[in-house]
């Protein structure tokens, strides 16, 4: 016994459609528009691919009158396919992002190529083309509509749009998969940095494999070799004479770079780097 499953509307009015995914219709792709028909919301009469037989098809199966093409969707015409000009194309991908069926062949900054026998003609890779390299060229005479595409032709970009739009989603999905295993890794290293932390010895010696202690030591033993060096000048009577003469201005770049020095534990006198400083007038 034979198990018969009955289609919806829905996929009854998607069937019967040319499966270009061209958008000209005003939706997304063929599947939207069949749903946007079943629910009263679009006209049957929005598909410049089907044309006026598409339109016959779609009367039919809804038990309405046969009407015009709403040419604002455009206009029926013989069947286009995409070619790209290879000597202008710099293969910025953009033309392969927009095939809704995979049509378009290359890489980054490699040349691209039109698989003519799976291109809809649906135009949607000439807009984003930086450099106008892409051409439809009609391929099918005086047919247009219905006569210039076939039911086998609409079933297998039906499945390619399908394959698509899947591989899109799990690159998507892997995509953001991706982005929380980073950032747990993060949270994790510095649950770890943080616990470390708190575990160490207040007055533990800093590791020699802590780059950042090893960069504050280095500092440290700079700013003490200067502060013997300068109180030896001093005594010797050669210590800076302009000290008195100090402008607001560099006086604050001072003042900053002591507060630096302060905030990373580099001194533990306020003046140890000014001596002067806390002798002169307010």
Known sequence: ????????????IEDLLPQTQCTKCGYPACRPYAEAIAAGEANYNQCPPGGAEGIARLAALLGKPEIPLDTTHGVE?????????????????????????????????????????????????????PVDCIAMVPVTGARTGWDAWSQEEADLARARHDRHMARIERERAEAEA???????ARAAQADQTNQAAQEAPAAAPASSDDPEAKKRAIIQAALER???????????????KNTAQVSPAVQ???????????????????????????????
Do not use: F, W, Y
């Open 1 to 12: 016994m034979t198990a018969t499953v009955s289609k919806t509307l829905t996929e009854r």
């Open 77 to 129: 015409r013989a069947r286009p396919v995409a070619v790209i000009d290879e000597n202008v194309c710099i293969g910025c991908t953009l033309c392969m992002q927009a095939c809704p069926v995979d049509a378009i062949a290359g890489a980054a900054k490699q040349m691209h190529t039109v698989i003519a026998e799976l291109c809809t003609g649906c135009d949607l890779c000439v807009p984003p083309c």
């Open 178 to 184: 991706r982005a929380s295993a980073r950032q747990a």
């Open 226 to 240: 200067a502060r013997k060096k300068k109180e030896e000048m001093a005594q010797l009577g050669a210590g800076p």
């Open 252 to 282: 604050a770049q001072i003042d900053a770079a002591e507060e630096r020095r302060r905030r990373l534990g580099l001194t533990g006198d306020e003046n140890a780097s000014h001596p002067d400083k806390g002798d002169k007038p307010a």
